[in-house]
T-cell receptor, first 112, second 115 residues
């Protein structure tokens, strides 16, 4: 059973459209991170959210941490082909502050 | 380039053979992680080190897997008697101190194919 569930698993949209990716869990996280991974490479950190209800913006990307610290979302405005990749949420558990747990990933494809 | 480096990038082996992967973390990073990732999935935690001490191992890590970080710098991951189910991308990551919420720096991974 995946501790962090991401939805959708796959998303293919047209350039210029908006999209939202969700990351959900029944567990409470002390902080949550979003990474982006390209084929043949390791994940690269996009953002860390640490406070329940926190919203962070990174250009066209908006990240939100749920009030209960169990879920998060990533919203992309006016998607571009360069946004294509595997988006991974990852959480640090209160019960095991020693390692980070990754979600199942959302594979995003932006068509020109 | 001062990022995390992994060697080799690709490894093809026959079932039953032993393989060893190497990870060189960013210099002076105390925390080092190993993850395994299969196609279309997120990375699965295998083990981590704080300096030279291996502090946790996942239940995914059978007796055929062993990892070391002898001097608290580079690390090796060995798989003995490989099986086809071991085919995956093996990712190494490091972080400066191992603090909660700290950024992980990943290498490009070693892609293992067991025939």
């Amino acid at each position: 059973t995946q501790l962090l569930e991401q939805s959708p698993q796959f998303l293919s949209i047209q350039e210029g459209e908006n999209l939202t990716v969700y990351c959900n869990s029944s567990s409470v996280f002390s902080s949550l991170q979003w990474y982006r991974q390209e084929p043949g490479e390791g994940p690269v950190l996009l953002v860390t959210v640490v406070t329940g209800g926190e919203v962070k913006k990174l250009k066209r990307l908006t990240f939100q941490f749920g009030d209960a610290r169990k879920d998060s979302s990533l919203h992309i405005t006016a998607a571009q082909p360069g946004d294509t990749g595997l988006y991974l949420c990852a959480g640090w558990l209160y019960s095991s502050a020693s390692k980070i747990i990754f979600g199942s990933g959302t594979r995003l494809s932006i068509r020109p | 380039d001062t990022g995390v480096s992994q060697d080799p990038r690709h490894k093809i082996t026959k079932r039953g053979q032993n393989v060893t992967f190497r990870c060189d973390p960013i210099s002076e990073h105390n925390r080092l992680y190993w993850y395994r990732q299969t196609l279309g999935q997120g990375p699965e935690f295998l083990t981590y080190f704080q300096n030279e001490a291996q502090l946790e191992k996942s239940r995914l890590l059978s007796d055929r897997f062993s990892a070391e970080r002898p001097k608290g710098s580079f690390s090796t991951l060995e798989i003995q008697r490989t099986e086809q189910g071991d085919s995956a991308m093996y990712l190494c990551a490091s972080s400066p101190r191992g603090l909660l919420g700290e950024k992980l720096f990943f290498g490009s991974g070693t892609q293992l194919s067991v025939l």
